[in-house]
């Protein structure tokens, strides 16, 4: 584990958009209405020579019940089990509430090192909050402006001692940590002896996003493999609203979760927040590596399924459809028939998707998915040597010539593999604009059936090749 710093406080104080400054990107969803963040979100943190990961919260509330605000404020308190360093934010500009001094003789019961933070400090109007904060007895208050950057190097005096104590202390893990996130560079020898350099990913977690509807379960299929409950889950439909990237190892291999806020269509769409967490989703997708399209087996691949289905494949992404609440169903082979045809019709640009039924509830059904994962990552990876394509091309156009244009044949001259991830290959021809889509699709689904490349997106590209007596004189 890096050195992790949690930040604290109550709601609309501040600290998703510190959070935001810190990671160097606008990772977590802003905005004006309080209780905005749920769910404790990670990312890795940032200022001048500090590198470590830092952990947004929901804002402390008092609640202890069975209410949403009271599982948000027990993820809040995991959060300090975890943290190295804990900044308490406040609002200076509100000065210091009983809110505020509840929680902070709270904190004071915990074993946690606390660092005060007084927020919006830019201008006049915040320095009589400055001043009611030592009332709190967390030591002195370090002033700055998450909105306007103002006072950073306050955040860097407030981390790094703390920082530097951790480092001292965990020299052999950074080194361990270290090495396994770099990304090596290899050199691939195809069978014609060409050399192809692309980047080794095996030693960096592989992606998984999990998406879909609100309330289909993505939630709690996460913390069914982590087998604890680290993300919010309940009755209500809506709950996530982050994206949240979680570590998970499975066989050896290191795994990233992540968790999507559902996403409904958009014309259903009409609060500001909704809109930002659906976006937020959405940039999940394009990010990940493996999508698994979680569906409600009572209510299998609607529009709204269809949709985020075909913007994963767009995205070139590797597709998995997940069938949650399985064990609601009766007749489950006329479920999957149903499920089978609906892709068949409405998916039919990929072939052979994986469907995997399980019930995130009791277990049943979920060891089958990271197998099928796997397998469809080594396909969203497959490199095929360039001779063999041109073999295969050359057959393919013996036995099904491409139709003539204008009255003269289109010749497929040469195909190569231009890139994996996912596999994408360029086709030259001497008429390329000539060629109908029917027959790009003939070869784009010979070349999956024929080199095992079934349930994932790939891409066939035209290029017209050169003709190497084009622009020379004609000899007398």
């Not at 291999?253 to 609060?271: F, H, P, Q, S, Y």
């Not at 001779?387 to 139709?403: A, I, K, S, V």
């Not at 000539?434 to 035209?462: A, C």
Request: with cysteine.
């Amino acid at each position: 584990m890096p050195f992790t710093v949690a930040i604290v406080g109550r709601p609309n104080v501040g600290k998703s958009t510190l959070f935001n400054r810190l990671v160097g990107k606008k990772l977590a969803i802003v905005d004006d209405t309080p209780g905005v963040t749920r769910d404790r979100r990670e990312g890795t943190g940032r200022i001048a020579d500090l590198e470590f990961k830092i952990i947004d919260t929901a804002g402390l509330e008092e609640a202890f019940d069975e209410s949403l605000e009271a599982r948000m404020r027990q993820q809040t308190e995991l959060a300090l089990e975890e943290a190295d360093l804990v900044l308490f934010m406040l609002d200076a500009r509100a000065g210091v509430t009983p809110l505020d001094e509840h929680f902070a003789d709270w904190l004071r019961g915990k074993e946690n090192t606390v660092v005060l933070l007084a927020n919006k400090c830019e201008g006049t109007a915040a320095q009589n909050g400055i001043y009611e904060a030592y009332s709190l007895g967390l030591g002195d208050p370090y002033p700055f402006s998450a909105e306007h950057g103002e006072g950073m190097g306050n955040i860097y005096d407030a981390i790094q001692p703390h920082f530097d104590k951790w480092m001292k202390d965990n020299a052999d893990l950074v080194e361990e940590e270290r090495l396994l996130s770099q990304v090596v560079t290899r050199t691939i020898i195809d069978e014609d002896g060409e050399e192809i350099e692309e980047q080794d990913f095996s030693n960096l977690p592989l992606q998984v996003a999990i998406v879909g509807r609100p309330n289909v379960g993505k939630s709690t299929l996460i913390n069914r493999f982590l087998g604890k409950e680290r993300l919010l889950t309940g009755p209500e439909a809506g709950i996530t609203r982050d994206s949240i990237a979680l570590d998970y190892e499975i066989d050896g291999r290191r795994i990233k979760l992540i968790d999507t806020a559902g996403m409904r269509r958009r014309t259903k769409v009409n609060e500001k927040v909704e809109t930002l967490s659906a976006a937020d989703s959405r940039r999940a997708v394009r990010f990940a590596q493996i999508v698994c399209l979680v569906l409600d087996a009572n209510l299998m691949l609607e529009k709204q399924d269809l949709v985020i289905a075909k913007e994963t494949i767009d995205e070139g992404r590797a597709l998995v459809i997940v069938v949650n609440k399985w064990d609601d169903i009766k007749d489950r082979k006329e479920a999957l028939q149903r499920l089978s045809d609906r892709m068949q019709t409405s998916m039919p640009q990929v072939r052979g998707i994986p469907v995997i039924p399980l019930s995130a509830k009791t277990g049943k059904g979920t060891e089958r998915l990271f197998p099928a994962i796997f397998d469809l990552y080594e396909k969203w990876n497959m490199r095929v040597p360039t001779g063999q394509l041109n073999r295969w091309l050359e057959h393919m156009t013996e036995n099904h010539p491409p139709p003539l244009s204008q009255g003269r044949r289109l010749r497929l001259r040469y195909m190569t593999q231009a890139k994996t991830r996912p596999p994408t290959f360029v086709i030259f021809a001497n008429k390329p604009v000539d060629l109908p889509e029917s027959y790009l699709r003939y070869l784009s689904n010979s070349i999956r059936e024929d080199f095992g490349i079934d349930g994932v997106p790939i891409r066939v590209m035209l290029r017209k090749s050169e003709n190497p007596y084009e622009g020379k004189k004609k000899k007398r």
